[in-house]
């Protein structure tokens, strides 16, 4: 036989990484979604506050089952990355992890403690979305510099920690003018559009940042062809931020086209996730590891991939099906 | 229920117990108390193991049991902790919390058949139950967590130095991260479940005293027959 240009060595943790990606998107878009709306909690009176827990009830905990599939994937698939990647995160990791427990308890107890309680669990619920939210924040800070040290990296993940909280604030405040209506559906309408701005400068501060701080990113955006190649890329981010904010300022966000800002907006986090992959790649921490040195022996690698090919088929099946059940708009918060 | 399944996962942690002999000698001998290699071991029910001295005060034991339930063989040899020369873990922890774990089982056996007998001397009917009897079984209500937790501290202590058995040492493979930053968060995580304990703690009490809604179209439950004799 000839020698084969495709062998399962190269391909299989190029596998693993798309896997592993598209788990840590689908994880940020549809937790960042119902953490965004625990950030608004507060902001709504205590009958709305009981619709948007309810817009969210059905989704909240399979949606945290990507983050669990990512970081699986990570821990098997790339032992040495993960090893790298959850030591230098470790403090945010912890503080996240306290901050979706708190979440999580106080999703049911809201509504099955004594009714005094109510409004401290209210108060747990925003604030563990908070902490979880601010946290990964400060991850994603401090990944996309290649945890480089110094008080610049520090501040640029100080600063992305308080934009992505923002962020997900627009696409909580999204999918509630998707999913309500009435007083609470105007009132999503305001937050979002407060909450366009900081998306807006996150994402051009994120794409400023990474060709500074990575020669390997300046040289693969700014050099001539691929620069033309890749122009579609920040272009459509750019379609898609500005169709969000027209719509949210004219009153078709009200009625039938409820649906669009928030798949605008889900559509920015997907380029801009695209736009870090192909900024990263083949790195899985950035100049310092690539996919190749990070992953399993290949045999542990097919063995994880029969695992995977039972277990992903069915978290894209449930993910999808209850996505259809509960679709439309939010009915009364009925489990107590 | 808890009556048929309770000597179930009784058998089941005597294979357990078999097969931990088997693979983590060192585990069971700290288990058992046993220092010295000995043949028709004592099965303790009381002791204060002592590191120090590698022996147990105060030691009050059934002779041969340990042999008996070990290798069901009163004259059988068990291992002592002191053979291991690779390292074994600290005896008292692992003593005392396999005790809660086996003294919760058996209070479990115990009040699960004479609440069935109790029960059954008053016709079925749980109300008629005198009220400290009720309120122990509320107590055992907590049971399973105490003996689950007892018995995860025995085999993740039992397993100590070893992560993964004759293998890797924990020494080994422990990540480079601050001993401070663990000690800050291992005191954050026992505040948030302190916190969450007794929050867990008042809003089962609150929801069991809460009177069940009678979802709508089902007839009200019939009047207790006694309400009615009265």
Redesign the interface.
């Known amino acids: 036989m000839s020698a084969a240009a495709f062998d399962w060595a190269t391909a299989l943790p190029v596998v693993f990484l798309v896997l592993m990606g598209v788990a840590m998107l689908a994880y940020v878009v549809l937790d960042g979604y119902d953490l965004g709306v625990g950030l608004l909690l507060h902001r709504a009176t205590p009958d709305q506050r009981d619709t948007m827990i309810a817009s969210i009830g059905p989704f909240w905990d399979a949606n945290e089952t990507w983050l669990v599939l990512g970081v699986g994937i990570l821990l098997i698939a790339f032992p040495k990355a993960h090893g790298l990647v959850l030591t230098a995160l470790y403090l945010p990791v912890a503080l996240m992890l306290v901050g979706l427990v708190l979440r999580g308890v106080a999703f049911d107890f809201r509504v099955k403690a004594q009714d005094q309680w109510k409004p401290l669990w209210n108060l747990a619920f925003w604030a563990g979305s908070g902490i979880a939210a601010v946290s990964q924040g400060w991850m994603l800070g401090r990944y996309i510099t290649g945890f480089a040290e110094g008080s610049a990296a520090h501040l640029f993940a100080g600063v992305i920690a308080l934009l992505l909280p923002a962020a997900y604030v627009l696409l909580g405040a999204c999918w509630l003018v998707m999913k309500t209506e009435g007083a609470l559906q105007l009132l999503a309408v305001r937050w979002a559009k407060w909450a366009w701005p900081p998306l807006v400068l996150g994402m051009g501060l994120v794409s400023l940042v990474t060709p500074v701080v990575s020669t390997t990113v300046r040289d693969r955006w700014f050099s001539m062809p691929e620069f033309i190649a890749l122009l579609p890329i920040p272009l459509a981010t750019l379609a898609a931020l500005v169709l969000a904010r027209v719509l949210l300022n004219s009153k078709m966000a009200l009625g039938r086209l409820c649906w669009v800002p928030f798949v605008a907006v889900v559509s920015v986090f997907v380029f801009g996730a695209i736009g870090l992959a192909y900024s990263l790649f083949p790195y899985v921490v950035m100049d310092q590891l690539t996919v190749w040195q990070a992953a399993s022996a290949t045999s542990s690698l097919a063995v994880i991939a029969v695992g995977c090919a039972v277990t992903v088929p069915a978290i894209v099946g449930y993910t999808i099906f209850s996505y259809r059940v509960f679709s439309g708009k939010v009915r009364e918060l009925s489990y107590a | 229920m808890g009556a048929v399944l309770i000597p179930l996962q009784i058998l089941a942690g005597d294979m357990h117990g078999l097969n931990t002999l088997e693979h983590q000698p060192a585990k069971v001998a700290a288990m058992e108390g046993v220092w010295e290699t000995q043949a028709g071991a004592p099965l303790l029910l009381f002791a204060v193991p002592d590191q120090t001295a590698r022996t147990n005060h105060f030691a009050l034991g059934i002779p041969q049991g340990a042999s008996l339930i070990l290798k069901h063989d009163p004259q059988a040899e068990i291992q002592g902790v002191n053979d291991f020369k690779d390292g074994h873990p600290p005896v008292a922890p692992v003593f005392w919390a396999f005790r809660i774990m086996v003294g919760t089982g058996v209070l479990m056996l115990v009040a699960s058949w004479g609440g069935l007998w109790l029960l059954r001397r008053q016709g079925w009917s749980a109300a008629q139950l005198p009220r400290p009897v009720l309120a122990g079984l509320a107590l055992m209500a907590f049971s399973g967590w105490t003996a689950t937790v007892a018995g995860w501290y025995v085999t993740e202590v039992g397993r100590q130095p070893w992560i993964v058995q004759g293998l890797l040492r924990v020494d080994e493979v422990a990540?480079?991260?601050p001993g401070a930053?663990i000690a800050?968060?291992l005191a954050?995580?026992l505040t948030?479940y302190a916190a969450?304990l007794l929050?867990y703690v008042?809003?089962v009490k609150?929801?069991a005293e809460k009177p069940v809604p009678m979802p709508e179209g089902l007839p009200p439950r019939a009047a207790p027959a006694t309400g009615a004799a009265a």
């Open positions: 990540s480079a991260v930053h800050l968060t954050l995580y948030v969450l929050a008042s809003v609150h929801m």
